[in-house]
């Protein structure tokens, strides 16, 4: 069993910037595919970033593309997502996802160890 836990998020202005990070409870990341996806409410979850094992391959949904970095930190055994320029849009609860598969996946489905989520609130 993988537990995913989910940091940094909080309340940041339009404009400003927030750093989430994922760490796995008690075991390595390593080898594992990992994915950021977000939920708005009334929303379905959206495809937020992905990147591979040991992260040199990354992918973004169209919506984050040129805002927000996807990096991995193997000594530190998170994987972070760096979020620039926010909108108001941005506002959801972002989870973090793994998979016991090296590459990256942009579908919900291809995961199956998820976080608790973290709230991300973006005010005009």
């Known amino acids: 069993q993988v537990q995913l836990i989910e940091s940094g998020g909080g309340l940041a202005q339009a404009g400003g910037s927030l750093t989430l990070s994922c760490a796995a409870s008690?075991?390595?990341?390593?080898?594992?595919?990992v994915g950021w996806f977000r939920q708005a409410p009334g929303k379905e979850r959206e495809f937020v970033s992905t990147i591979s094992w040991p992260g040199v391959k990354t992918a973004y949904g169209d919506s984050v593309k040129g805002r927000f970095t996807i990096s991995r930190d193997n000594v530190k055994n998170t994987v972070d997502l760096q979020m620039n320029s926010l909108k108001p849009e941005d506002t959801a609860v972002y989870y973090c996802?793994?998979?016991?598969?090296?590459?990256?996946?942009?579908?919900?489905?291809?995961?199956?160890?998820w976080g608790q989520g973290t709230q991300v609130t973006v005010s005009s």
């Open positions: 996802a793994a998979r016991t598969y090296s590459t990256m996946a942009t579908m919900s489905d291809e995961y199956p160890y």
């Open positions: 008690g075991r390595t990341l390593r080898m594992f595919g």
